[in-house]
């Protein structure tokens, strides 16, 4: 049975109280520039001290990006450390996460024959990693890549995947094989209450869920793909939803069919309820996930689950912070910018 | 020390009346607005307006202005500006956003400019040493020279690069960077500049005009940096004084747009009826008489009140009525949320048994005293929320205080007025009465408890709610199972045998049952038939571990209040040990250790006694017969200080 970790709880919940609030994301789209949004980040928020030494007047928008993700790492690693809970086998799903989302990058910059992939590493997690990242960055063939993780445990996910004859590598099968490994190895490693562990399975179900809908509505919508193509890169693991009930979804000849399906199953009508635009699937998913995280944070009194959601709450903001950068970066109406940021 | 009573209102004019009717709704002050949509009825036919604001766009454009010139805007009187048209203010508002555009762009290239050489100048500064021209240096026929500065992950990133035809050095690291320069052979230069520019290097660029060497081109840069703080000291300055020009009409400006913004949103509340406005909403029955009366010169528009809980769809909002005494603690009542239109008021609740916790817990006359004035003063000079609650709990406290005898931890000062007084039985000194005191606060904490079951039953037979009045583990037969506990403890320990038969059965096992069918005999008293979800198993199982679940709140919600005594002892004992500080320390130093140290455990004291006090009301009392699902009361109003989205 997990023990009480209190303190911990209690540090997320006062680190989740200097979190921005919506009239700080209005500031922040009402400015001109990346550096007028990196100077009010500096001077009126609590990114003040990841900022302290940047020279806001001439700061790269990608850097900026990538100091905002690594913030997100190194609070991570700040809870986890604070009442040495990291050494428990469920917090390293940070580091796994990492690896997963690595080794995708590097497959997707081997089918585009692209070296870029060093250029977002995040090095500052690599001393923790179970390979090492600007290695993986050196690669640029599949068998390369599978010879690379032989000794990882990522090795046997990935073995039975072959390239085609021109090296490329069906990229949506690995990942939905790591996905898998990934949520597989979640629900093995949780060791919670009776109580939390309801909440943490509801909300690993809500994302398992997600990627199947998102997948098969990219693939319905996109790629015009017929069903059994689609069943091919789903999720073999289901949430609230079962397969039936996701192969009678993703069966719809066409995305307006697809959304009047989905608008039937407990997810539709939940964000039908909460008013969210059922058309814009991805950003309506972000949103209801985003809502039940910040309900399970107010409630729950468990350190893994206070982890998970309150990294996942960290996450979202970083992810509206880098979206408002990047719609005045490429001069976006600031309606549609707002319409991207979660609150 | 009620809630205070509301009547529902319904307005309805001709549509060319609303605008007029939506001004005196601002005005008013005392009408909470609510969706009319939510009452009007499918069959007549009614459209729900669904107007853009047309103030929206203009009022961005003034936040904008205000985000960027850091000037706030204050409501004003407008009337200079009423006249303008909208296109009008629109052109004004551009030319303005247009100039502060020049001034920011000027001020940003100053500023750059001031960057770049100071960077130039740190750079330079940690070059000393070199003493060859930097001209010479960056003339270089093979090899290119860059200098600047790489952010610490991207140096991390270096080794990656271990084939590639450069070198970097660094000299020194500060904080998120590395401060070096780079070497590479002139072939490779496009190449090279090019990864670093991916590892979002930084290039310092050394002017051309600066030359000798380190020394001499570090005083060049100095003077460099001076100058351009100068300039950028003048654009500011520049800045500021055009503000300054128009900042008033700005505020006029705002202050129009603002209103008729918001005034305009109000349109989205209301409901159109064949050319009939109508809205909906509340205001108290000590304001309605008036209220009506506003429209008289209003001749289409008419105004119908009934009582608030007539209307059956949309709960009334709530505005607690409170006394003098009492109303600081609402600030308590609001955190946990308000009750709702029906219940109870708790505040004065809250306000007399915080304020007994508190006293009980600090107890110390002269400590008590000052806390008082403290509060008094905060609260008056400051405005500060918490001040009349800090100097109504210090009273308490000094009250207390006086009973145990203590005043700024001389627990012997009022022994010779008791003395005289002839009361044997005080002071209380609570050092020697340790386990009486925390038996005695136990004792408290189950009397506090039984007063908020009592409390529920009373709110819950007035709401009709008899699930939780009657059968409900803080109704009825929770309170007679824990009464029934209660009173066969005491009877066991005092020899009496009070656990017979028909006791037991009577008073525990079937109030215990009555728990457990709660549901079912809800359903039953309200003549309704009981629908079992999800089978008879699933029944017994969670109505089984909730009983279970609601015996062991009845233990340690009592056991909880042997917080009380154990922190009234534990401030004695904080005394104590001043005290006996003190006493060790010469006769200079005595006293400025009794007035730190009371200093001291006064603060401390004083914060964690309100937090525990605070819990103690929340989690132990409010959880027994408090819903706090209320909505607030808010009238309309233009709220000058809210920015828009």
Partial sequence: MQKNYNATVAKIMAIYGKRLKPQDY?????????????????????????????DTNTIHRGLLENLLRRSVFETYMRITGFEHISKQKFYNYKIIQTEIDEILRCIRCINAGSDKLIQDVPVYINHLTSFDLLELARINDFKGLLDFLKKTQYYSVLKEVSPDENGKVDVTKCETLLRTYFINMLRSSADFRISDSKQFISFLETEIDFINIINSYRLTAYFGESEEEIEKDMLTIYGRLTAERHREIYSAPNAEEFIRRFSKTYYGKQIIKNGYDITDLEQSARRLRYKHARSILRRSGSAPLSVYVFIFLLETEVQNIISIIEGIRYGVESNKIASLVIT | MSIEKMEFVNISGHTNDLNAVLVKLSDCGCFHIESASKVANKKSG???????????????????????????FKSMDYSDVEKDSLPVLDKY?????NTLDEYKAAEKKAREQLSIHEQAMYQVDHLQ??????????HCEHIKIRMGRLPADSFAKLPYYDDKPFFFF??????????????????????????????????????????????????????????????????VKKLDEFMLLKTEKLCKIFSRLKTQHDNFDLRNKAVIVKNKFHIVGFVPRSDSARFAGMFGNLDSVSVSLQHADMNGKIPPPIKLK????????????????????????????????????FGIMFGDFGQGLVLAIFGALMGKLKKWQMGPIISRVGISGAIFGLLYGSVFGYEELLDPVYEKLGISFLPLKVMNNVAPILVATIALGVFLIIISILINIVSGIKNRDYENALFSNNGIAGLVFFGSILGGLVGTLLGIKVFSVPYVLLLIVLPLIMMFMREPLACLVRGKKYRMEGGVGDFIASNFFEVFEFLLSYVSNSLSFVRVGGFAISHASMMLVVMALANGMSAAASPVMVVFGNIFVMGIEAL????????????ELFSRFYSGDGVPFTPVKINYDETIE
């Fill in chain 1, 26 to 54: 209005t500031e922040m789209m009402n400015r001109h520039n990346v550096s007028e949004v990196a100077d009010y980040l500096k001077k009126n928020t609590y990114y003040s001290k990841l900022l302290a030494s940047i």
């Fill in chain 2, 46 to 72: 009614y459209t729900a307006i669904k107007e853009d604001n047309p103030y929206t766009p203009l009022l961005k454009k003034l936040y904008e202005i205000s985000a960027r010139s850091g000037i706030d």
């Fill in chain 2, 93 to 97: 508002l551009t030319d303005v956003s």
């Fill in chain 2, 129 to 138: 040493g070199i003493t060859a021209d930097f001209q010479q240096i960056f």
């Fill in chain 2, 170 to 235: 660094h000299f020194s690291q500060e904080q998120e960077y590395y401060w070096g320069m780079y070497l590479v052979p002139v072939a490779y230069l496009d190449e090279v500049e090019e990864i670093f520019d991916n590892l979002y290097f930084e290039r310092t660029h050394i002017p051309d005009f600066v030359h000798g060497d380190a020394e001499t081109a570090s005083s060049e840069l100095h003077r460099m940096v001076e100058e351009d703080k100068k300039s950028i000291e003048e654009s």
């Fill in chain 2, 322 to 357: 409170n006394n003098w005494f009492s109303r600081p603690f609402s600030m308590f009542v609001e955190m946990y949320g308000l009750p709702s239109y029906n219940s109870i008021n708790p505040t004065n609740f809250v306000a007399i048994t915080y304020m007994l916790l």
């Fill in chain 2, 608 to 619: 964690l006694v309100c937090i525990q006090a605070m819990r103690l009301e929340f989690y």
